[in-house]
């Protein structure tokens, strides 16, 4: 019963401010920078890779609540109404 690959993983992609629990069954995981800065650097090359892990499903963490982190949150807006 060959057929074609999936081009999804079932599962889903995480990523958190908090490091991958022992037994998590993600596709990818990545642990994001807790400094707003880098998390910005970071953010849309972070996307790309959880998009491009074929996961069925992507969760972010929501950052913060503070004016360090309004650029961020706003960016994750928009990114998440694509």
């Given amino acids: 019963m060959g057929g074609a690959p999936s081009k999804h993983n079932e599962g889903r992609g995480v990523m958190s401010f908090r490091s991958r629990q022992m ?10 920078p807790a400094d707003p800065d880098r998390y910005g ?3 849309y090359a972070n996307l790309r ?6 996961c069925d499903e992507i969760v972010v963490e929501e950052p913060p609540v503070s004016s360090e982190w ?4 706003d960016r994750l807006k928009r990114a998440r109404s694509e």
């Fill in 70 to 73: 309004t650029a961020i949150r």
């Fill in 41 to 43: 650097h970071d953010l």
């Fill in 49 to 54: 890779a959880l998009d491009m892990s074929g």
């Fill in 23 to 32: 037994g998590d069954t993600s596709v990818i995981w990545i642990q994001a």
